[in-house]
């Protein structure tokens, strides 16, 4: 990859990091798990990076391989230590610390996502961002349809699940 795509890597991944952080704190319950799936994500979408056509937003793209990434690691709980050549342009990205005393307000909510399976907690996580059907159809593979009965069941569930808590 030539410096400057480099670059805009970085440039994009700095912008958009936050997408990452909320994927971790779905799919982690400590720092270190956090910061472990963020470096893997980082590492997942560098090497992804050369195959991006621009064919989808950055946002859509990264949401992809950064759900897969979390998804395919915490699906099988043994965890296997794998080796990448590093390269120096990655240590640019500017790490900016997730704030989880915003989020306090939100911790029955996260729990209860957290109950759900990988495809539920990746639809109610671009819900929440705001991200529209055709967007999150794309994200996941399924049909636009699909996704709004999908998600319809999920809030169903959620509210069951956060009124048994409190």
């Given at each position: 990859m030539n410096p400057q795509a480099e670059l805009y890597f970085v440039n994009l991944l700095e912008e958009n990091q936050n997408i990452l952080h909320k994927i971790c704190r779905l799919y982690t319950?400590?720092?270190?798990?956090?910061?472990?799936?963020?470096?893997?994500?980082?590492?997942?979408?560098?090497?992804?990076?050369?195959?991006?056509?621009?064919?989808?937003k950055f946002t859509t793209w990264a949401y992809r391989v950064a759900l897969n990434t979390a998804i395919s690691l915490y699906r099988v709980k043994k965890r296997k230590i794998t080796t990448v050549e590093w390269d120096n342009s990655l240590q640019n990205i500017r790490y900016e610390e997730y704030d989880d005393q915003q989020e306090q307000q939100l911790s029955s909510l996260y729990s209860a996502v957290r109950q759900l399976n990988d495809i539920e907690?990746?639809?109610?996580?671009?819900?929440?961002?705001?991200?529209?059907?055709?967007?999150?159809?794309?994200?996941?593979?399924?049909?636009?349809?699909?996704?709004?009965?999908?998600?319809?069941?999920?809030?169903?569930?959620?509210?069951?699940?956060?009124?048994?808590?409190?």
């Open positions: 319950t400590d720092i270190d798990a956090h910061k472990d799936l963020f470096q893997e994500m980082v590492i997942q979408l560098w090497k992804a990076y050369p195959s991006f056509k621009g064919d989808s907690k990746a639809l109610v996580y671009m819900y929440l961002e705001d991200k529209d059907y055709a967007e999150i159809s794309e994200t996941l593979g399924i049909s636009e349809v699909n996704a709004r009965v999908k998600m319809n069941r999920i809030k169903t569930k959620l509210k069951t699940m956060i009124n048994q808590e409190g």
